[in-house]
């Protein structure tokens, strides 16, 4: 009896595993977890550069980015194709126009320091993730 209930336990956890890294995305271009969180550092640093009473929060900033790490590893992403995806020029592209999509629906102008931070401070205000990577001075 004993041999039955364990065959049935082993098949249970591996019918599990394959269903988890099937669920996984194909490449991290994929994830809409990562895509989503590489966007947001990416409006941050635009927003960053383009207003000058906006600064990075680097100890939130670093958080997000080991938090990112830690969820592509345990979606089975080895440091080598992290690092691969965040060294490609065409991904890097990719980012920056969502990016740049997601700032001119919220009303960012590029060269104009008001909507700049005015943007800002509306992502902090609504505490998007981009808003928590910002402190935006009065």
């Known amino acids: 009896m004993k041999p039955i209930v364990f065959a049935t336990v082993f ?11 099937a669920a996984r995305a194909q490449t991290l271009r994929e994830d809409a977890h990562v895509t989503e969180k ?3 550092a990416q409006v941050g640093d635009i927003l960053r550069k383009a207003c000058p009473k906006a600064s990075a929060r ?7 980015m080991m938090a990112l790490q ?7 992403y080895d440091e080598a194709a992290i690092k691969a ?15 740049n999509a997601y700032l001119a629906e919220a009303g960012f102008v590029k060269g104009d320091e008001a909507s700049a931070c005015a943007t800002a401070r509306a ?16």
């Open 123 to 138: 992502e902090v205000a609504a505490k998007t993730l981009t808003g928590s990577l910002l402190r935006v001075a009065n």
């Open 11 to 21: 098949a249970i956890f591996s019918l599990v595993a394959v269903s988890a890294v």
């Open 85 to 99: 995806f965040l060294a490609d020029k065409d991904e890097k592209k990719r980012i920056r126009q969502l990016a």
């Open 70 to 76: 830690s969820y592509a590893v345990s979606q089975g």
């Open 58 to 64: 680097m100890f939130v900033v670093f958080g997000e």
């Open 38 to 40: 590489l966007v947001a």
